[in-house]
């Protein structure tokens, strides 16, 4: 008995249809539909967020005002940055684990999903001199 030599081998497994455009159909209906239902499931999501409190915080080249913020505690809220000073500015939280730098000028935001009841000490990183802020998380009424 003989083998088959390398060249039989090479045409053989040239001779028969190209099973790939299938596989490629099939991988983007998938992606395609993965793409849809997730974004299904953001939109409502964003429709949500639109309800969140937004508390405001602003910059103004080592000024951080306000310095004590309250918000709600045990849910989600979002702070608006805004940043009215010639130079940058950074929010940085170490209890929040949160930092954000804002350039002259821009405005920006974070989402804060869920807080205990506390404070929770922020400051501008970029201007070490000025003085550190508070944000108060307060339990809801009732």
């Not at 190209?18 to 209906?29: A, H, T, V, Y």
């Not at 910059?59 to 505690?73: C, H, I, K, M, T």
């Not at 989402?111 to 802020?133: N, Q, R, T």
């Amino acid at each position: 008995m003989t083998l088959p030599s390398r060249a039989w081998a090479k045409r053989v497994a040239t001779d028969h249809p190209d099973i790939r455009p299938e596989i490629r159909k099939g991988q983007c209906l998938g992606l395609t539909t993965a793409l849809l239902l997730a974004f299904s499931i953001v939109s409502p999501a964003a429709a949500i967020a639109e309800d969140d409190p937004v508390f405001t915080i602003t910059f103004n080249d080592g000024e951080v005002s306000p310095l004590r913020l309250e918000v709600p505690a045990e849910t989600r809220f979002e702070i608006r940055l805004i940043n009215h000073g010639q130079t940058p500015a950074e929010f940085e939280s170490i209890p929040l684990s949160k930092e954000k730098v804002i350039g002259p000028g821009v405005s920006t935001f974070i989402v804060i999903k869920y807080l205990d009841p506390g404070e929770y000490s922020f400051f501008d990183d970029f201007h070490p001199d000025a003085a550190p802020a508070i944000l108060v998380a307060v339990p809801p009424k009732g």
